[in-house]
């Protein structure tokens, strides 16, 4: 009966203190209760020793891994069919109490160990190893080799074995086409010869030198302009951009000059959206409020227009809705207004008027006279139902510094008056103050000016003015688009939404 056991191969557990050996069973003595197996591994690890006996006093579990066949003819000590790993699944044998061995039909534990998949095949008994278990031991002899080679260290070929294998490792059985078919992919994977294996580093650097990237992009780019394709990621190319103002679906073509004057003008403006704004003479400036007059602009209307846009302009300067709402009261600003006995002077009283309605401190500085025009006195009146305060000397105005001064006090025909004293004076106080200043319609840059303007406001068309006269801003006032064709200038309104829009030196 133990003699049935014969050629088996067995996994024998001894304990912690001796371990698990594994074998081929070359003898089983009944008499002295011991179990030989020969080319045995002890946990893992293939033992110097030929053969080793154990008693059955020293077997804690034993699992038979292989039983041979009826008709399998080989030996126990064949060294041909040894291997370091079976799979645990079949009987198990343990010794009873009277000291022999008995066969349960038990699967293995969990505690076992852990053992590599094998194939068998009934009709020879060649133990076959898995093409995955070859392919992790080529890999991995190829990837110690490599190593050895990039630390400085050369190995001997003829160490190694032509297929790269464990010397105790036996050589695989094709059994069918699926195993014909893994074995040579492994081959391409992993069959390379070590001595093709480079000796010296790579050399990125020259490598890198050969790639020219200027005749690269060259090739892109003439091959974009041919085929008409836009290639993402071509050098140079710089995505457009938009304003917040801008459409990126235009209809039709942007015209930037619009507006055509019947003179060559002296100087040109263009807005933030790049339409060309021509300046025009004090002359034709002259007649194109008189043509709008004509046509129903009166002068109180034109005064009440230029109001409402300087007030505009001078409450966002002032800091516009962060500073002037009614939670800061602490904070009211102070408007210095300084206007001449002239129309220009009645636009700078109809600015104070609306800017005091805005909860704005405006103290308006006009000098004595004893006839006024018509539109001042009218303007007066208005000015005076509000809450603003109005000086006619000097010495009334404040002495600290105010957030904005308005200046009104020339004109375009009354040259006369800044020979006079309130005039100078005034200008010495304004130049003193240190406050910005924001002229409204000031005279063209021919004429000298007693104050160095931060802004002007232009109106209806700019006049050609000089660096004094600061940034130049321009104000609609109403005057209708026929009553330009009528004076000679071809008009298409710069404005859009806005009434008062900035306009720039080209």
């Not at 006996?53 to 003819?73: N, Q, V």
């Not at 050895?148 to 001997?156: N, P």
């Not at 140079?236 to 990126?248: C, L, Q, T, V």
Request: hydrophobic share 30%; proline share 7%; glycine share 8%.
């Amino acid at each position: 009966m133990a003699t049935d056991w014969l050629g088996s191969i067995v996994s024998i557990n001894c304990g912690e203190s001796l371990g698990v050996y594994q074998g081929r069973v070359s003898a089983v003595d009944q008499v002295s209760q011991t179990i030989s197996l020969t080319r045995p591994f002890h946990n893992g690890v293939k033992c110097l020793v030929p053969e080793v006996t154990f008693r059955a006093g020293d077997i804690t579990e034993l699992k038979i891994l292989e039983i041979p066949g009826p008709g399998d003819s080989r030996q126990c000590g064949d060294s041909q069919q040894m291997d370091t790993a079976m799979p645990g699944v079949g009987c198990q044998v343990g010794p009873s109490q009277n000291g022999t061995s008995k066969v349960l039909k038990k699967p293995m534990s969990s505690s076992a160990p852990q053992n590599i998949p094998r194939r068998t095949d009934m009709k020879s008994q060649d133990i076959v190893i898995s093409p995955q278990q070859q392919c992790s031991k080529s890999y991995m002899d190829r990837h110690m080799e490599t190593l050895s080679q990039s630390k400085g260290f050369r190995r001997r070929h003829n160490s190694w074995s032509s297929s790269s294998r464990h010397p105790n490792q036996v050589t695989p059985k094709k059994s069918g086409l699926k195993n014909g078919q893994m074995k040579s992919k492994d081959d391409e994977c992993f069959g390379d010869d070590i001595d093709e294996i480079p000796d010296t580093d790579f050399d990125f650097e020259g490598n890198l030198a050969l790639f020219d990237k200027a005749a690269v992009f060259e090739e892109i780019e003439t091959y974009e302009r041919r085929s008409g394709t836009r290639s993402r990621g071509t050098p140079n190319e710089k995505p457009a951009r938009y304003r917040h103002d801008e459409n990126i679906l235009e209809s039709e073509p942007i015209v930037y000059r619009r507006i055509v004057v019947p003179q060559n003008p002296h100087k040109e403006f263009c807005t933030d959206s790049g339409l060309v704004v021509p300046s025009v003479s004090y002359e034709l400036h002259k007649k194109l409020l008189a043509v709008a007059e004509k046509h129903g602009l009166t002068l109180e209307r034109r005064l009440e227009m230029t109001g409402v846009c300087a007030s505009q302009m001078a409450l966002s300067l002032l800091g516009g809705p962060n500073r002037l709402n009614p939670k800061n009261v602490h904070q009211r600003p102070t408007v210095a207004l300084l206007c001449g006995p002239h129309v220009k002077g009645a636009q700078g009283i109809s600015c104070g008027r609306h800017l005091s309605n805005h909860d704005v401190h405006v103290i308006l500085f006009l000098p004595n006279f004893v006839k006024m025009l018509e539109s001042i006195t009218n303007e007066l009146n208005l000015f005076s139902k509000t809450q603003g305060q109005q000086v006619s000397s000097v010495k009334d105005l404040p002495d600290t510094p105010v957030d904005l001064v308005i200046n009104c006090l020339d004109c375009h025909e009354n040259a006369f008056l800044r020979d006079q004293p309130w005039y100078k004076a005034v200008v010495d106080w304004a130049n003193q103050n240190r406050a910005p200043v924001l002229s409204i319609d000031p005279p063209i840059s021919e004429m000298e000016l007693g104050i160095d303007a931060k802004w002007s406001l232009a109106l209806g068309l700019p006049l050609p003015l000089g660096e004094r006269a600061g940034r130049v801003y321009l104000c609609d006032i109403g005057i209708p688009q026929k009553v330009f064709q009528e004076v000679g200038i071809n008009y298409h309104s710069p404005f859009g939404c806005k009434f008062v829009i900035p306009l720039h030196s080209t």
